[in-house]
């Protein structure tokens, strides 16, 4: 069964600095792959996708991800994070051999300091 | 933008009680999902419906659960007697339809059992 690991739960980060968040799942021939955040009180907004073509993925608010297949990865980046980033974020994998359904990660929960 | 709407926002229920949580999935999609997270752990994929049956269902989704969609715009789950381990947050998603492989999140249904 597809699994997710995002290696990180907190991730405390100064604003105006850069932040990368960890996302690995387990080896599968095809996948699609997702960014989801959570602000609080809200529910699961998409931040940016991996369906295919190019490796680097572009979404909202300034995220972009890339896919590396060697390493069944897909790290999330920010050159340069705002106060309104805290969140939290989530990883998730819908294996195509398995069905509709995504799989998470655990969530990193990231708080963004002034 | 159309969202996803679920209803109520926390439900308090005693345990051994039936309750409904209800979705509004986003209008013209084909799919839809729910999904709980309990807290400190992971979304967990519980059961997908198309076509107006389940398409896919996990491990946890047992004969407690159910779900239904009665009325053409309302997307429901019932657990018809709810356990202490319940107690979750439950979210809603949907889907457009084949070939766009993008789920949208309601901001979920905070369900404490007591």
């Known amino acids: 069964a597809q699994s997710v690991t995002q290696l990180d739960s907190q991730v405390p980060v100064f604003e105006e600095a850069p932040v990368e968040l960890r996302c690995n799942y387990s080896?599968?021939?095809?996948?699609?792959l997702f960014w989801y955040v959570q602000y609080p009180n809200q529910g699961l907004q998409l931040l940016l996708k991996?369906?295919?073509?190019?490796?680097l993925v572009k979404g909202i608010n300034g995220f972009e991800a890339e896919f590396n297949k060697s390493q069944t990865s897909f790290h999330l980046r920010k050159p340069s994070v705002h106060i309104s980033d805290t969140a939290e974020y989530f990883c998730a994998v819908r294996d195509k051999a398995a069905g509709n359904k995504l799989t998470f990660g655990g969530g990193t929960r990231v708080l963004v300091k002034p | 933008e159309p969202e996803v709407t679920q209803t109520p926002s926390h439900q308090v229920t005693q345990m051994g009680q039936e309750v409904i949580l209800r979705c509004v999935p986003i209008s013209n999609h084909l799919y839809f999902y729910w999904y709980r997270q309990i807290l400190g752990q992971k979304v967990e994929f519980l059961v997908s419906?198309?076509?107006?049956?389940?398409?896919?269902k996990s491990e946890i989704f047992d004969d407690q659960f159910s779900v239904e969609r009665p009325d053409g715009s309302n997307f429901t789950l019932k657990i018809r007697s709810t356990k202490l381990e319940d107690s979750a947050m439950y979210f809603c998603?949907?889907?457009?339809?084949?070939?766009?492989?993008?789920?949208?999140f309601g901001a979920g249904t905070r369900l404490s059992v007591l």
């Open positions: 419906f198309y076509n107006n049956e389940i398409s896919e």
């Open positions: 998603a949907s889907r457009p339809g084949q070939g766009i492989d993008i789920q949208y």
């Open positions: 080896s599968s021939v095809s996948v699609y």
């Open positions: 991996y369906l295919s073509g190019s490796t």
